[in-house]
């Protein structure tokens, strides 16, 4: 048999990831010879890495932080995600013929499960963190015309950075950056998104005060790994709707395996070898 075609993960540090487990699966159940690793990728040696790449033998990756602004550099854009250019966040690649195409499927991802939850037509939302997630995450909720966003970020560039960004490709939506978790005004929003890693160790703070929340609240905690973060917890407590993130991780790796095997993903054989 010839050797099969390698994609992986590329970041650092990468933890614990299930997004093998979760390709693997799928290309064994469509008989596709391919393999999908965990490329922790030190930053010293990024620059080598993309260099070599075009004979590294990897057909496609997924990118995570702190690389999914750095790889605009090296990746062409088709026409439908030139806005890529502006949101600053690439999480697949694909070999093709010769040419390293970037895409994002965190978008679309976060997007289909929200929706599946909740309708942001018109809605309030405040966010939690600032990073590479939470630009995805704020794309979406201006794009489906929610009323308002307000962003918290320990890194007040960061948040300013995506007020810049959804201010440049939406010049209507109303979005503000806070300088404190209690300027989100909670009580008064109906979605509260964490796209911060606090909640991922058990040792982690809650952002948020139990009083801040109120029943008609929905909260999605973009961590999917515990199930239940203390922030879900203490929403549940307080009467709030919740998610995790499970099922934005099942549909952006779904949309990724597409991209790279132009073969429709089975779903229900990734959600299981997540499950698991
Ligand atoms: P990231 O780029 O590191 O962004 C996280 C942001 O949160 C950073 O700007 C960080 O600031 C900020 N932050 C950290 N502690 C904070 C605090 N106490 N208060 C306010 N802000 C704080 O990471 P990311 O890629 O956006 O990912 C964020 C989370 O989403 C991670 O837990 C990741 O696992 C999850 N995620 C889930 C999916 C999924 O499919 N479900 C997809 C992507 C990401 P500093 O940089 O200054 O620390």
Do not use: C
């Not at 690793?37 to 004979?55: C, W």
């Not at 942001?120 to 966003?149: H, T």
């Amino acid at each position: 048999m010839s050797s099969p075609n390698i994609y992986g993960l590329i970041g650092w540090p990468l933890g614990h990831s299930l997004s093998g487990k979760m390709h693997n699966a799928a290309f064994k159940a469509l008989g596709i010879n391919a393999e999908y690793k965990l490329l922790p990728l030190m930053p010293q040696y990024f620059d080598d890495f993309l260099t070599n790449l075009y004979n590294s033998g990897i057909s496609g990756l997924n990118v995570t932080v702190p690389y999914k602004e750095k790889v605009l550099d090296l990746v062409e854009l088709d026409t439908e995600s030139l806005y890529l250019r502006q949101v600053k966040a690439v999480n697949t690649m694909v070999l093709s013929e010769g040419v390293w195409w970037g895409f994002n499927t965190d978008i679309p991802g976060f997007s289909r499960h929200l929706k599946e939850n909740f309708k942001p037509w018109k809605k309030k939302i405040a966010i939690l963190g600032a990073g590479g997630a939470a630009r995805a995450v704020a794309y979406v909720l201006a794009k489906e015309k929610s009323a308002q966003i307000s962003i918290f970020d320990i890194d007040k560039t960061k948040s300013a950075g995506i007020v810049e960004m959804i201010n440049s490709l939406f010049p209507q939506f109303e979005i503000r950056a806070v300088d404190s978790v209690e300027k989100l005004e909670i009580k008064d929003k109906d979605l509260l998104v964490n796209a911060t890693p606090i909640g991922l160790k058990s040792a982690d703070p809650v952002l948020i005060k139990e009083e801040m929340l109120h029943k008609d609240l929905f909260v999605y905690d973009l961590i999917y790994n515990p199930a239940e973060t203390k922030l879900l917890a203490l929403a549940k407590k307080a009467g709030a709707s919740t998610s995790n993130g499970l099922g934005m991780l099942l549909y952006q790796g779904m949309l990724s395996f597409e991209i790279w095997t132009g073969k429709k993903a089975p779903e229900e054989i990734m959600r299981k070898a997540l499950l698991e």
